[in-house]
């Protein structure tokens, strides 16, 4: 299992990012998939999920009404889009996925939210 995030970067307060999770390894169109975040100095926590045909999408309260995850199965990609950005969004975004009872993650992409 493989997990690879990529479209982080350093964005002004307000603007928009989109993140993405590239997976390879297990039929990923048959497992839910998750975006984690970790701030410097804090615990890693849940900013959202989906399920296997997006009917199911679940959201941290911090981030709801500005975030949307969506994921295309025939590319095997979660997507994070991410909307009117504040300082506290700064940190690295890790995907995940649980499979065969085991967790995996991704090495994480570093968002930045600061003028």
């Known amino acids: 299992v493989q997990l690879v995030e990529s479209g982080g970067g350093l964005v002004q307060p307000g603007g928009s990012l989109r993140l993405s999770c590239l997976a390879s390894?297990?039929?990923?169109?048959?497992?839910?998939m998750s975006w984690y975040r970790q701030a410097p100095g804090k615990e890693r926590e849940s900013v959202a999920s989906?399920?296997?045909?997006?009917?199911?999408?679940n959201y941290a309260d911090s981030v709801k009404d500005r975030f949307i995850i969506s994921r295309d199965n025939s590319k095997n990609t979660v997507y994070l889009q991410m909307n009117s950005l504040k300082p506290e969004d700064t940190a690295v975004y890790y995907c995940?996925?649980?499979?065969?009872?085991?967790?995996?993650w991704g090495r994480g992409t570093q968002v930045t939210v600061s003028s």
């Open positions: 989906i399920g296997i045909l997006s009917f199911s999408r």
């Open positions: 390894g297990f039929t990923f169109s048959n497992y839910y």
């Open positions: 995940r996925v649980d499979y065969r009872s085991e967790t995996f």
